[in-house]
């Protein structure tokens, strides 16, 4: 339906408002976040469902007769302890009629482990009136909606229940790509607060849709965000999908989720016997995903990156997927995308069942419309609908490439390994991997040995971001030193795998051992200046490489043979030997510029300090 933009933004903020507001005042009353999401909801939910009556879903058929002309706001408005009233006598009434009339139905959900906690008359009416305000109908906003978005978008201050929240502009890319059609059904393994589903039949007569969610407050939200929106819930349940008795082989035509990342997982006798056990939750979903799969049907997954690139069992893992399923597509999104519950870096697979996987299209996003950093405010700069423009003739091109499975490196399925140049800038040289131009040097040394030895030892910390400059600590004796370091000679190139967009490589200025976390390469210097491939390493156009390539959730870092593999131009020898006098000459600038700063500021402060003598 289209809307009048200004009206509706008015509105919205005024739905911002009255939510915001009714929150303020529970969380005065003491209620945490959460508790705050769970009263909101179910009291907005008592509301819509005494105004609908008739209109409810089938399988909410009913519930409408449970309140019978029961005001809850006018009832709590004339008792002098609305609170005590609600708590101890509606309620507990309510929740015994559904579940004695209604025990098939998931609205059940909405009362099982829900406890009313607003114990204070004043706060329970001033929420009650705003679900009296937001419950109105509007003619320029779709205000259920708006309600639920802000509702679900407090999810982020709840802490842990950040995961089950898909950003919309992601599940409308994943919704597209996968293109439910009349008469199918769609299933969400990990429903979450619903939003895959509810997009995957908004518009489309006659998709069926099926979730299962583990969690009890957000399996709430769930069933409250599809009869807000007017869509039966019939198709929802509960329970664990990596259990045994939550399997659903070849059952689906659609899947669409976003799996938790390391989440915790039931008992080992409980799971399902997975093809390829793995101790990690988005493994294990991901082969329930192809399990539950009709043939013919087609998925669409959310998957961290680690998953996608790790070796060991992750890539067993891979292996097994290539071979059942047909990956037609993996779309790499940038670190932020999820922001602000996780930076972990994560992919969209698309796949088809059966396999085997011929080839995999592979698309390198870089924006998502979205700024990448916690605030996340929209810039309109967004590669995602290229993505749906040319996943269709799945060629090679600027951010994209066309992989057969047998050229795959170790079946990684991460477009930045494969699309070269994707946007970034071309050179005039020739581009060469680092690991033609230097090797590593894995010599490591246990200083706890000799207790009284004497060792200078670098770590991360002593490497300035970005510039290359070295603070040498003081030397200190062997007992002190617990872990294991690595050896490096002055002339060496030390080289900081842990968040590489820090850009932390330095040349050593002398012997020396480091932390683990600094990759000491042992540069030919017959092929390459040592303070060029430095320079190099710290340049934007690398460490964009290197940041695209770093694995891991709270400890993102890249893997030394991905650092090997990183590609640099190399110019000819009398063109480094140019390019090395004027780097030099410009440090020297550097520093003279810095000491004139710190003269300066030393005279800003004694022309102050003066006025007190």
């Given amino acids: 339906m289209a809307v009048d933009a200004p009206s509706s933004d008015f509105e919205r903020e005024r739905v911002r408002r009255t939510i915001w507001s009714a929150a303020n005042a ?10 705050t999401i769970e009263h909101l909801g179910f009291l907005l939910f008592l509301r819509l469902a005494a105004k609908r009556g008739a209109e409810l879903p089938r399988s909410a058929a009913g519930l409408d007769g449970l309140l019978g002309d029961a005001d809850v706001l006018a009832e709590c408005a004339s008792r002098t302890d609305p609170a005590a009233w609600f708590n101890e006598s509606f309620f507990p ?21 829900f406890h009313p906690k607003i114990e204070d008359g004043r706060t329970l009416l001033r929420v009650l009136e705003a679900t009296e305000e937001l419950s109105l109908d509007h003619e320029h906003v779709d205000v259920n909606g708006a309600v639920y978005e802000q509702l679900v978008a407090t999810l982020g201050e709840a802490g842990h229940l950040g995961q089950y929240f898909t950003p919309r502009h992601i599940v409308d890319l994943m919704v597209a790509l996968v293109d439910p059609r009349p008469g199918e059904a769609v299933y969400d393994p990990a429903a979450g607060t619903g939003g895959f589903l509810l997009r995957a039949g908004d518009g489309r007569t006659g998709v069926r849709l099926h979730g299962r969610e ?5 399996r709430r939200l769930c069933v409250l965000n599809f009869l807000i929106h007017e869509v039966d819930p019939a198709g929802l349940s509960d329970g664990d999908s990596l259990v045994a008795a939550g399997q659903v082989a070849g059952r689906f035509d659609v899947v669409l989720t976003n799996p938790p990342f390391g989440a ?6 409980e799971l399902w016997d997975f093809p390829v056990p793995s101790a990690a939750a988005e493994a294990m979903f991901l082969q329930h995903v192809v399990a539950s799969l009709a043939e013919g049907g087609r998925a669409a997954v959310v998957l961290p990156e680690g998953l996608l690139t790790n070796l060991g069992n992750d890539a067993r893992v891979r292996r097994w997927l290539l071979r059942e399923a047909s990956v037609e597509a993996v779309v790499s999104l940038p670190s932020g995308v999820f922001h602000p519950y996780t930076a972990v870096r994560t992919g969209i697979v698309l796949l088809r069942k059966p396999g085997p996987s011929r080839s995999v299209w592979l698309f390198d996003v870089r924006r998502d419309g979205y700024e990448l950093n916690a605030g996340r405010r929209p810039n309109g700069d967004s590669d995602l609908p290229r993505v749906l423009a040319e996943i269709g003739a799945r060629g090679d091109g600027e951010q994209s490439a066309l992989v057969a499975v047998d050229d795959l490196a170790q079946t990684r399925l991460v477009a930045a390994r494969y ?3 994707a946007g970034r800038r071309s050179s005039p040289h020739a581009l060469v991997e680092v690991g033609e131009l230097a090797s590593v040097r894995r010599e490591q040394v246990r200083p706890g040995a000799d207790p009284d030895e004497r060792f200078l030892c670098l770590g991360l910390e002593h490497v300035e971001a970005r510039t290359g400059r070295v603070s040498l600590p003081d030397p200190v004796p062997g ?3 617990k872990s294991v370091k690595c050896r490096f000679s002055a002339g060496d190139l030390l080289y900081g795998r842990l968040r590489p967009y820090l850009a932390k490589v330095a040349l050593a200025p002398c012997d020396g051992i480091c932390s683990t976390e600094l990759v000491v390469l042992r540069v030919d210097g017959a092929r390459v200046d040592p303070v060029l491939l430095a320079a190099l390493l710290r340049s934007p156009e690398v460490t964009e490489q290197a940041t695209s390539l770093m694995v891991g959730a709270n400890h993102p870092r890249i893997g030394v043979d991905d650092l090997l593999g990183l590609r640099v ?10 390019l090395v006098a004027r780097l030099g000459a410009f440090e020297d600038e550097i520093a003279a510029a810095t000491a004139r700063i710190a003269a300066l500021r030393h005279d800003v402060a004694a022309t102050v300090g003066a006025l007190w003598d």
């Fill in 26 to 35: 529970m969380r005065a009353a003491g209620l945490n976040t959460l508790d």
């Fill in 93 to 113: 009434g309510f929740r015994r009629r559904v579940e004695a009339e209604l025990p098939d139905s998931p609205v059940r959900f909405l009362v099982e482990g």
């Fill in 214 to 218: 583990l969690n009890a407050v957000v």
């Fill in 264 to 269: 915790a997982i039931a008992a080992h006798e």
């Fill in 419 to 421: 699309v070269r140049g």
């Fill in 479 to 481: 007992a002190a030193i």
């Fill in 569 to 578: 131009p190399l110019p000819s020898p009398r063109g480094q030997s140019e």
